[in-house]
């Protein structure tokens, strides 16, 4: 009992556990910043008023559904882009994105100069149509945020894959006509411009500018063949011989022979840039040796006045107008098989006396008459090389003529041709003409009426 005792008297009633009360470490709401708070002002805290203090004491903010400032738009915390608010809290500019657009059956349309917005989720493609005129181009930028990867590919009305885009310094997605030959000079239609993610990769939002350049005035190269060189392919070209006639009323649309032609003359490097041809001739010509043949499918050694349209041994006579002066004999020639050999004739007419020297380039030999007197008998075997072949001759007053037989054993086929002065100078004061007796000037004549003029046909 004692023990009992002395327990009870060491544990009074007043020394009892203390009751325990829990203290928040902070209140949303008090008016006091907390250590985790943005800001706090106590009632004022809105959900609904511009730039207030949120009532979770963060401050205004783009996604809390609420126009604050900087701000001109804000749709709640769904940020994506193409539903008219930009995931920066901006009005997207142009029309809004519109699923379905996977795919060219169901791309967007747009017009010249639009600008518009979309997203990607993760895995999405968008695509859009552009009604093209024939012959234009097609351009598109990205516009603001590049950080995510969007890739670039355009289809054709075919639905074939015709360009990729790229990146410009920026890193934005790009597609430049310039850069992508497929994107210039286009065929009239419905295009299509499908844009997806690198990777796959979800891109909450991105502004794409869309334009259609004249392909002229932006200097875009050519594609495809352009027979008069000036930078429009033949496929846009009204006039693709550049001769003041449209091709339609053209009766040579590729060989210049219209009011606007360029009259026979020597190349600036002083190049033989007219001849009449007459070929292939096979008869007689041997695969051992790269000398000419010693038949004389035309005269020769003689003083000559074949003129385009004129039969010699079953061939025809015809005009070749060679820009820069590398003639390529393949162009006509290449269909029959090697040993072949043709003929190239040009007259000159010069005011002056002058001695000058003949320089040749050949695939493969060669046989050269100047006046009808043989300056050039070559027989080996190689390409066309400037200069390569030479011979004196006397230049008269009034007309000269120029004959080559040149050879092919298979390959190459070709020659190019200039004169130099006592000096080592090249000569450039000569007339050359397709006439032996008059200047020659391209015309539209069509001496047989079959519809092809003479400067095109190959029996004229």
């Known amino acids: 009992m004692l023990l009992w005792s002395l327990f009870l008297i060491g544990c009074p009633e007043e020394q009892a556990k203390p009751e325990l009360v829990s203290t928040p470490l902070f209140a949303c709401g008090d008016g006091e910043i907390d250590a985790t708070e943005d800001c706090d002002d106590g009632p004022a805290n809105s959900d609904s008023t511009p730039d207030a203090c949120r009532s979770d004491c963060f401050l205004a903010r783009c996604g809390d559904g609420v126009v604050d400032a900087g701000e001109s738009c804000d749709d709640g915390p769904e940020l994506w882009g193409g539903d008219g608010c930009d995931p920066a809290c901006q009005v997207e500019a142009g029309p809004a994105e519109l699923e379905p657009n996977d795919d060219q059956g169901t791309a967007l349309p747009v017009r010249e100069d639009w600008v518009l917005s979309g997203s990607l989720p993760e895995g999405d493609r968008d695509c859009y ?124 649309p590729g060989v210049s022979n219209g009011p606007l032609s360029r009259p026979p003359e020597l190349s600036p490097e002083g190049y033989v840039q007219n001849w009449l041809s007459i070929g292939p001739f096979t008869t007689g010509v041997s695969e051992d040796t790269c000398q000419p043949s010693p038949d004389l499918f035309v005269e020769e050694d003689a003083l000559l006045a074949w003129v385009a349209g004129d039969q010699v041994s079953e061939k025809t006579w015809i005009l070749e107008d060679i820009p820069g002066g590398y003639f390529d004999l393949l162009g006509h020639y290449g269909g029959v098989a090697a040993p072949r050999e043709a003929y190239s004739l040009v007259y000159f007419f010069s005011e002056q006396a002058a001695s000058l020297t003949l320089s040749v380039g050949a695939d493969d030999g060669v046989f050269g008459w100047w006046n009808g007197e043989k300056v050039l ?16 001759v006397s230049l008269e007053v009034g007309w000269n003529q120029l004959l080559l037989k040149v050879y092919d054993q298979g390959g190459g086929f070709g020659l190019i041709t200039r004169f130099y002065d006592e000096n080592g100078a090249i000569f450039l004061d000569l007339a050359p003409s397709l006439r032996p007796d008059t200047v020659w000037t391209p015309d539209q004549s069509d001496h047989d009426g079959d519809g092809l003029g003479d400067a095109c046909d190959p029996t004229p």
């Open 129 to 252: 149509s552009m009604d093209l005129p024939a012959c234009g181009a097609v351009a598109v930028q990205q516009r603001g945020d590049c950080g995510e990867s969007l890739l670039f590919v355009l289809l054709d009305p075919s639905g074939a894959q015709v360009a990729a885009g790229g990146r410009d310094a920026d890193g934005c997605a790009v597609l430049d006509p310039a850069e992508e030959p497929g994107a210039r000079w286009v065929a009239e239609g419905d295009w299509t411009l499908c844009v997806s993610a690198l990777n796959s990769a979800v891109i909450p939002g991105y502004t794409l500018e869309f334009s259609t350049p004249d392909p002229v005035a932006s200097g875009l190269s050519t594609v495809g063949a352009d027979t008069d060189g000036d930078q429009i392919p033949d496929s846009c070209d009204a006039d693709i011989d550049s001769d003041g006639l449209e091709n339609d009323a053209d009766n040579c």
């Open 377 to 392: 008998d070559i027989s080996s075997c190689q390409g066309v090389n400037v200069d390569q072949f030479q011979a004196p």
